[in-house]
């Protein structure tokens, strides 16, 4: 497993992380390897962007369907 160094941490990042770890009962190095596990679970923008791009969208509503419910409302 790799081992990550993070230099130039300021000091009331490290006092941030270290209280919420204590108050999670976690040492500060588990508790950051988790939250990095959560960051990196999550996708880009990048990603994001592409899977809504590669949607199937033959079958969605059109624009003027929208427009259509929507410009009564407006009145």
Do not use: C, F, H, W
Not at 13 to 21: F, P, Y
Not at 32 to 59: F, G, K, T, Y
């Amino acid at each position: 497993m790799p081992t990550l160094y993070i230099r130039d941490v300021p000091e009331a990042v490290a006092e941030t992380l270290k209280a919420r770890a204590a108050d999670r009962g976690q040492s500060v190095s588990a508790y950051v390897n988790a939250q990095l596990a959560l960051i990196a679970s999550r996708p880009s923008n990048a990603e994001i962007v592409d899977r809504l791009r590669a949607r199937d969208r033959s079958a969605s509503i059109s624009t003027q369907a929208i427009l259509a419910e929507v410009d009564p409302a407006r009145r």
